[in-house]
């Protein structure tokens, strides 16, 4: 099996520590990166190849990750010239991608298991698979139903429920034969391309542990819950020392 990771990212909510230090090398605990705890993840679910798409202090990613060998990877690069959005960096490798194969960002700590997404994608026979976590926002107003301009409807400080994409995906390489290589392209794009052709993308539903370290805030939890984490993160090497 084989993994894109997306990390070419600046990181612009995680300034200023990320003016140094790209996204996925930022630190988790005294011992652990980001990425070496997603890749140790991708090793342990059964994966042996990783493509790591690189930008923004790429270098210092190649120079940590070197060619994957200490987790029992095979890892390359694909380095951007220019910023190319989500999905734009496997436009240019299109042709070497397998048939079958797991996108991810790389600022993502979950305990998904990555194997398992990728083969109900392939199951699930569609060009895009988007692991997907319940959220619940509660509202701090009065919500009133209006229909011209009466009121048809009033909910007290609801609570609303929604489906997020989690930065995780399957994905078929027939996907990406319409575009052009070099293009910026993101994954909101995407899929609102897949919705106007009809080609409807499927979803893996997730009700584990999930932290998007984009923001300020969860990556202190994320440094804050690691002894309670550790469990989590890493299922298959409880040996490691914290």
């Not at 139903?145 to 930065?167: A, C, N, W």
Request: glycine letters at 10%.
């Amino acid at each position: 099996m084989h993994a894109v990771i997306l990390a070419g990212g600046k990181g612009v909510r995680l300034r200023p520590y990320t003016t140094t230090l790209p996204k996925p090398l930022m630190p988790i605990g005294d011992n652990h990166a980001i990425l070496e705890i997603v890749l140790n993840q991708l090793a342990d679910c059964g994966f042996r190849s990783v493509t790591l798409a690189i930008n923004h202090l790429g270098p210092l990613i190649r120079a940590y990750v070197g060619d994957g060998a200490r987790w029992g990877l095979r890892v390359d690069y694909v380095e951007e010239d220019r910023p190319l959005s989500t999905v734009g960096p496997l436009f240019n490798i299109r042709d070497s991608l397998p048939e079958h194969f797991l996108v991810m960002n790389g600022d993502v700590l979950t305990d998904l298991d990555y194997g398992d997404l990728l083969h109900r994608h392939e199951l699930a026979r569609t060009g895009l698979t988007v692991a997907v976590a319940e959220r619940t926002h509660k509202i701090d107003f009065g919500v009133l139903d209006v229909e011209s301009t009466r009121i048809v409807g009033f909910r007290e400080k609801p609570h609303l429920r929604y489906q997020v994409s989690m930065g995780v995906y399957g994905m078929s390489r027939r996907t990406l034969a319409p575009y052009q290589p070099g293009r910026a392209f993101g994954f909101d794009q995407l899929v609102l391309d897949l919705l106007a052709r009809g080609e409807y993308p499927d979803t893996y539903p997730f009700t584990g542990f999930w932290l998007d370290i984009g923001r300020p805030e969860d990556y202190d939890e994320a440094n804050r819950r690691l002894a309670e984490l550790r469990p989590v993160l890493f299922r298959q090497r409880q040996e490691e020392p914290v």
